[in-house]
């Protein structure tokens, strides 16, 4: 299903939006422009401090300060998922996102998009978003499931409770947001696709996870984590989860070290002669991420 949300947000629809912050201080002009858009009425924000810094607890106390009804979490996670998990065990919304301190929501889009919450029976709302990239900027659509695999950033879906309820973020400094959506078992529920650009995800900012090569030899976390899921799944729910997987060993033997090449190649070739029931699926999911790399690297 694909459509265009227009129109006022109804006032007794809430929506809680979790926000993890660590070793942001001086870098939270974004978060205090959206802040500052948001109605407070109808959209509940929880923002969790990873301490690691008093600097940035001072500058987040002070922004608490300007906006009483916001949520406020500070304790030492040292993980964006972990801090997620707090979060969202104090969330009360019907719906919740999960967006990061350094980029920049569209909240009068989310606004517009809350109008159909209430009409509209779905399990999850996939919006569209921007990359901005060193002044670059590129319009990404979404209009199926591959695509969410694909392109899995979590900022631009709108989560209905009942599909997340139970499930928890794992302590990976790399792709737990990706662990986390393949639990949900996507292709099997009900998703609808809006036309709006909720978000623009910033590339090379100082500090991003995924912007820190170093980091990248714990990537094997996530990938053992999703092979372990995948074992569990069929048909199309593990096509979604193997899309995600295989983009990360690509990344890896695009991007890693020497060392990290050879792992990923090593697991590459044993996933590729892996004969199970899934095998066909598995190999579908490399062909579709390889398709999609060599377009984008075109």
Request: charged residues 25%.
């Amino acid at each position: 299903m694909e459509m265009k949300a227009t129109g006022e947000s109804p006032p007794s629809l809430k929506i809680s939006i979790v926000v993890p912050i660590t070793r942001m201080f001086g870098r939270l002009e974004e978060l205090k422009n959206w802040l500052n858009e948001i109605d407070f009425r109808i959209i509940e924000v929880i923002l969790v401090h990873d301490l690691q810094d008093e600097k940035t607890s001072e500058e987040i106390k002070s922004i608490v300060f300007q906006y009483p009804p916001i949520k406020f979490i500070e304790k030492t996670f040292r993980s964006a998922g972990l801090a997620r998990n707090a979060g969202l065990d104090i969330a009360s919304g019907e719906w919740i996102l999960f967006w990061d301190s350094d980029d920049k929501p569209h909240t009068p889009e989310l606004v517009n998009c809350v109008n159909l919450l209430d009409k509209v029976s779905s399990d999850a709302y996939i919006c569209n978003f921007v990359v901005e990239d060193n002044g670059q900027f590129e319009n990404v659509k979404t209009r199926n499931w591959r695509e969410i695999a694909f392109e899995p950033g979590i900022w631009r879906i709108i989560f209905s409770r009942s599909i997340i309820i139970g499930k928890q973020f794992p302590n990976f400094p790399l792709g737990e947001d990706q662990f986390f959506i393949a639990q949900l078992n996507l292709p099997n529920k009900r998703i609808c696709f809006l036309d709006n650009f909720l978000y623009t995800y910033k590339l090379g900012i100082g500090g991003q996870a995924t912007s820190m090569r170093a980091n990248l030899f714990t990537l094997h976390q996530s990938l053992r984590a999703l092979d372990s899921l995948r074992k569990n799944q069929i048909g199309d729910d593990f096509a979604f989860t193997s899309v995600m997987y295989w983009r990360q060993i690509l990344t890896l033997m695009k991007n890693g070290s020497a060392r990290l090449k050879f792992q990923a190649l090593r697991l590459a070739l044993g996933n590729a002669v892996r004969f199970n029931r899934n095998y066909l699926k598995n190999i579908l999911a490399l062909k579709y991420v390889l398709s999609r790399l060599m377009v984008q690297d075109a």
